[in-house]
Nanobody
Framework: QVQLVESGGGLVQPGESLRLSCAASMPLFRVTDMGWYRQTPGKARELVAVFTSVGSTNLADSVKGRFTISRDNAKNTVYLQMNSLKPEDTAVYYC?????????WGQGTQVTVSS
């Protein structure tokens, strides 16, 4: 099993930044891919950013140029740096990890962008 602990959500104004963290319970090389989804009420979870199985990164078109995904292998942690936040970025953000074709989820962290 992979346990994921998220942190870093909160309330910010439009244009501000936040960094989300997701700490895994095992070394990152043991997972196939890892990243972030987000979800708003009544909608399906949307993939935001991911480290793929070959080590590359993918970002949703809606966040390209504003969000960056990175990782610290020594800390078993993946980060989502979110800049120039917009009200439409408001959602619960979920970290996930895929290990041996089983998907594990973090508890979710609320990000609210509002003036």
């Amino acid at each position: 099993q992979v346990q994921l602990v998220e942190s870093g959500g909160g309330l910010v104004q439009p244009g501000e930044s936040l960094r989300l963290s997701c700490a895994a319970s095992m070394p990152l090389f043991r997972v196939t891919d890892m990243g972030w989804y987000r979800q708003t009420p009544g909608k399906a979870r949307e993939l935001v950013a991911v480290f793929t199985s070959v080590g590359s990164t993918n970002l949703a078109d809606s966040v390209k140029g504003r969000f960056t995904i990175s990782r610290d292998n020594a800390k078993n942690t993946v980060y989502l740096q979110m800049n120039s936040l917009k009200p439409e970025d408001t959602a619960v953000y979920y970290c996930y990890a895929n290990r041996l074709s089983v998907i594990y989820w973090g508890q979710g962290t609320q990000v609210t962008v509002s003036s």
